[in-house]
């Protein structure tokens, strides 16, 4: 059962550019919700996190925007620098009381210079 | 150095041999995962201990069995492997805080099964 869905699959900007990920969740309990990224050949790492008492949260060029009506929230990448190619993933935490996260399918961001 | 390490890196063996994996962090977490990450990326978590008790047991097949003799090991070990256990295997940690801590990736350990 998919409880994360994550969109596009892959997304090509060109440097400068917003980059805009999005995700939707299906289980209004859900509290918390990360993005990860993960660099070829490396392992995933937190990027930026919101929970639902926010509909926006910002560190430098990532934003993260929450619909918690539309149970939908989204990643934007302000300025994408070709250093920002790599995978994200959106998550959603799961289970409160032990840390289960599940993940989205993933977004290949390409930004060319 | 803190961080999450996984042995071995790279492992490559035949269809119904035994494996083991090992995870060890030094981050004072007290909260290990396993994910497994398959060729599409997609990442699925499987078992996570706390404090050496199991609280996550996802549905995997009954020969992945994870091992934890302290809150800083989480090992897995794989009875007979298949040809769809090929992965990358990524052991995480965290510092239990209602679900709300961020997970610290070791660097996988990719198996090959033949």
């Known amino acids: 059962q998919q409880q994360v869905r994550q969109s596009p699959q892959s997304l090509t900007v060109w440097e400068g550019e917003t980059a805009i990920l999005n995700c939707s969740y299906e289980?209004?309990?859900?509290?918390?919700f990360p993005w990860y990224h993960q660099f070829p050949g490396e392992s995933p790492a937190l990027l930026i996190a919101?929970?639902?008492?926010?509909n926006k949260k910002e560190d430098g060029r990532f934003t993260i925007f929450f619909n918690k009506r539309e149970k939908k929230f989204s990643l934007h990448i302000a300025d994408s620098q070709p250093g920002d190619s790599a995978t994200y993933f959106c998550?959603?935490?799961?289970?409160?009381?032990?840390?289960?996260?599940?993940f989205g399918h993933g977004t290949i961001l390409r930004v060319h210079p | 150095e803190t961080a999450v390490f996984q042995t071995p890196n790279y492992h490559v063996t035949q269809v119904g041999n035994e494996v083991s994996f090992n995870c060890k962090q030094t981050?004072?977490?007290?909260?290990m995962y396993w994910y497994k990450q398959d060729s599409k990326k997609l990442l699925k978590i499987m078992f996570s201990?706390?404090?050496?008790?199991?609280?996550v047991n996802e549905t995997v097949p009954r020969r992945f069995s994870p091992q934890s003799s302290d809150k800083a090991h989480l090992n897995l070990r794989i009875k007979s492997v298949e040809p769809e256990d090929s992965a990358v295997y990524l052991c995480?940690?965290?510092?239990?805080?209602?679900?709300?801590?961020?997970?610290?990736f070791g660097p996988g350990t990719r198996l090959t099964v033949l």
């Open positions: 201990y706390n404090n050496k008790q199991l609280i």
């Open positions: 995480a940690s965290s510092l239990r805080d209602w679900g709300y801590a961020e997970q610290f």
């Open positions: 289980d209004s309990t859900f509290d918390y």
């Open positions: 919101i929970r639902p008492v926010s």
């Open positions: 998550a959603a935490l799961t289970g409160a009381n032990t840390g289960k996260l599940t």
């Open positions: 981050l004072g977490h007290d909260t």
